[in-house]
C-alpha cells in the first residue's frame, strides 16, 4: 500500500518515486518514516533528493536555513514544501 494523503500531486509522487528508486524497500505507506534515521536518504541521496525538491517546487532551498525536520518524513515534506500548491 503506498501513501496517499489527500489530494496527492505530482510533486510529491515524484519523490515517492525517487526514494523508491533509491531504495526498493521504500513502500511510501507510513507518513512519518524517518528518511534519514532509516537510511531511506543517504548523504549522496539527501543532496540528490534537496535538488529534486528545488525542481519540482521552482524553489531554492537555503542550505543554511535549512530544518532538516522539514524533509525527515513525508508528512513533514509535503507539508513545507507541496501543501502550500494544492488548491
Given at each position: 500500500m503506498t501513501y496517499h494523503p489527500p489530494l496527492v500531486d505530482s510533486g510529491m509522487q515524484?519523490?515517492?518515486g525517487f526514494l523508491t528508486t533509491r531504495?526498493?524497500?521504500f513502500t511510501g505507506d507510513d507518513p512519518d518514516l524517518d528518511l534519514i534515521e532509516t537510511r531511506t536518504l543517504d548523504s549522496l541521496g539527501l543532496?540528490?533528493?534537496l535538488l529534486l525538491i528545488q525542481e519540482l517546487?521552482?524553489?531554492e532551498i537555503d542550505m543554511e536555513t535549512l530544518d532538516l525536520d522539514s524533509i525527515r518524513t513525508l508528512r513533514g515534506l509535503r507539508a513545507t514544501y507541496?501543501?502550500?500548491r494544492n488548491p
Open positions: 515524484e519523490v515517492i531504495n526498493p524497500d543532496v540528490e533528493f517546487t521552482g524553489d507541496f501543501t502550500a
